[in-house]
């Protein structure tokens, strides 16, 4: 099994900066692809971002685009998203995900994920 801790969320204010982390442990598959999604209160999970196994690629949504930067470390097994300008519509519960073990390419869907993380409150204040 894989085992995915998220951290560094919080309460912030609009423009500030939080840097998530995602620990990855258990049954390691280092060059899986990885992603972040959010869901915010009454909204479905939706993908931010995503970086290939390699770290060689990235995808965000575009609401992002410019904003956030999601950074692999495959030596400690751990993902970072990077969330710069904060906006209150950012406010969510942050996930982590990765992909099968041999699924080194980026993903959009949450179906496409296998693994979960349980999430980190990001609250973004005006």
């Known amino acids: 099994q894989v085992q995915l801790v998220e951290s560094g969320g919080g309460l912030v204010q609009s423009g500030d900066s939080l840097r998530l982390s995602c620990a990855r442990s258990?049954?390691?598959?280092?060059?899986?692809?990885m992603g972040w999604f959010r869901q915010a209160p009454g909204k479905e999970r939706e993908f931010v971002a995503g970086?290939?196994?390699?770290?060689?690629?990235?995808d965000y949504i575009d609401s992002v685009k410019g904003r956030f930067t999601i950074s692999r470390d495959n030596a400690n097994n751990t993902v970072y998203l990077q969330m710069n300008s904060l906006k209150p519509e950012d406010t969510a519960v942050y996930y982590c995900?990765?992909?099968?073990?041999?699924?080194?390419?980026?993903?959009?869907?949450?179906?496409?994920?296998?693994?979960w993380g349980q999430g980190t409150q990001v609250t973004v204040s005006s």
């Open positions: 970086i290939s196994g390699s770290g060689g690629t990235t």
């Open positions: 258990g049954r390691t598959f280092t060059y899986a692809a």
């Open positions: 995900a990765a992909r099968p073990a041999l699924s080194t390419t980026i993903a959009t869907s949450a179906s496409r994920y296998a693994y």
